[in-house]
């Protein structure tokens, strides 16, 4: 018995303890797919490492305590929500100043802090403003708040803020792209107005003063290179309105078109490189070369509503034509004009996303598809301040207090029928 234990005792190969010892066994081993096995194992772990290295470098936000608080809340909310929850977000301080989409939620403020939230009661991220008039702007994944008449402005993205920027005069206007680089308008000390650009780290790259014109808005071109400004300039007694093009990179003007006997109020790019005017007597379009071209015509008083997106513009007007009150043109961002299509209500605010267009009228809210063909109406809008459409055909309506999330299988969501259009 003793012999048979000192045989198998015999038989057993001593594994080293040390991982250094080991690994040069399998290194050195005579089969080759040990070996290759254990490079193979190598190169992963290597690439592993690195790859887990890059993540951290690019998302280092990610451990901030903001970052890690919002997670936390996210996980919290999570588990709280329950059925029903997902058809409203309730403003946590109970009032409202703007608001605008933001991935699947809302980005909104209150005049002391901004908030991304989502349906069901998930605040995503919160960053104390303390601004007097907040605006708040989203392009792409990045969002911009300003104070309006006021100095300050924040940069964020969807895990917390990127910048925040302190201007010398008060500012006016703003926007911001997809890629998150934003403009912001001011009343310039010692000049009219001014422009500035910045890109989506808070850094500014463009800046342009002038004593000549008064700037009313300003937009960037998709790839961020090219800034339209749309000012306006006194001449005697005459009031004419200009598209002026800027190169970001070279800081300099390149080209512009006058629009007399027009006062402009909104600018926007559009994907062919011209800039769409939105102006009190209609509709311009102006090429790079300074060619502008009026598209649609409307009496100062008859505009009604006017909404602008990344792929689109929308606009209604009085209608005196039959039974319609109003009616709706659309913008594509090709520049093609659509309409106008007649409307029996004079809405009260429009939006217009790649679903189509939502028009919020006295009876409720209207979804119309990119052919403007009608789809459905809810009654329960009435009474919101404005509306914003998602790009998969949801509603959300804003109100003092909170905003309401509508679609067509709502409630009282009912098709519209052909003979109302």
């Known amino acids: 018995m003793a012999g ?102 809302l980005a909104y403020v209150d005049g002391d802090t901004l908030y991304l939230a989502k349906p069901g009661g998930l605040t ?34 969807s895990v917390a803020p990127v910048a925040e920027l302190t201007l010398t005069s008060p500012i006016i206007t703003g926007s911001i792209t997809e890629d998150g680089y934003c403009t912001l308008v001011t009343d310039e000390q010692g000049y009219r107005t001014a422009v500035y650009v910045y890109n989506n780290r808070g850094a500014e790259v463009f800046k342009w003063q002038t004593s000549e014109y008064y700037i009313l808005s300003a937009a960037l071109s998709p790839d961020g290179k090219t800034l339209a400004a749309l000012a306006f300039q006194q001449n005697s007694v005459s009031l004419d309105s200009k598209v002026l093009f800027f190169s970001v990179g070279k800081g300099e003007k390149e080209a512009e078109a006058t629009l007399f006997g027009t006062l402009g109020l909104e600018v926007a790019y559009l994907s062919n490189g011209a800039a769409a005017a939105l102006c009190d007597d209609g509709l311009y379009t102006v090429s790079r070369k300074g060619q502008a071209e009026k598209v649609i015509s409307y009496s100062s008083n008859d505009l009604l509503a006017f909404s602008l997106s990344n792929d689109a513009l929308a606009l209604a007007t009085r ?51 990119t052919s403007f063909q009608p789809q459905w109406r809810n009654p329960e809008a009435v009474g919101a301040r404005r509306v914003l459409l998602t790009d998969d055909g949801s509603v959300f309506a804003l109100y003092a207090k909170q905003s309401r999330i509508f679609t067509a299988h709502s409630t009282r969501s009912e098709e519209i029928p052909n003979d109302t259009e």
């Not at 080759?32 to 190598?42: A, M, P, S």
């Not at 992963?44 to 903001?66: C, S």
């Not at 919160?126 to 907040?134: E, G, N, V």
């Open 4 to 105: 048979h234990v000192k045989d198998r005792q015999s038989n057993v190969i001593a594994f080293p303890r040390s991982k250094k010892e080991r690994r040069k066994i399998l290194r050195e081993s005579e089969d080759k797919r040990v070996r290759l096995c254990v490079k193979l194992r190598t190169a992963v772990g290597w690439l592993l490492a690195v790859g887990a290295f890059l993540f951290l470098l690019a998302n280092y936000r990610l451990l901030t305590p903001a970052s890690i608080r919002s997670l936390t809340s996210y996980a919290i909310a999570g588990l709280r929500q329950h059925e029903g929850d997902i058809t409203s977000i309730v403003y946590e301080n109970g009032s409202l100043a703007d608001g605008t989409l933001f991935g699947s939620g």
């Open 319 to 369: 209608s005196y034509s039959g039974s319609s009150r109003s009616d709706i043109y659309l913008m594509r961002a090709s520049g093609k004009v659509e309409g106008p299509y007649p409307v029996a209500e004079e809405p009260s605010a429009l939006a217009v996303s790649r679903a189509g267009v939502a028009a919020l009228s006295a009876s409720g809210v209207s979804v119309y598809d």
């Open 124 to 157: 995503t991220m919160k960053k104390t403003l303390a601004y007097a008039s907040p605006v708040v702007e989203s392009g792409g994944e990045y969002v911009l708040a300003y104070d309006r008449g006021g100095h300050g402005a924040t940069l964020s993205n």
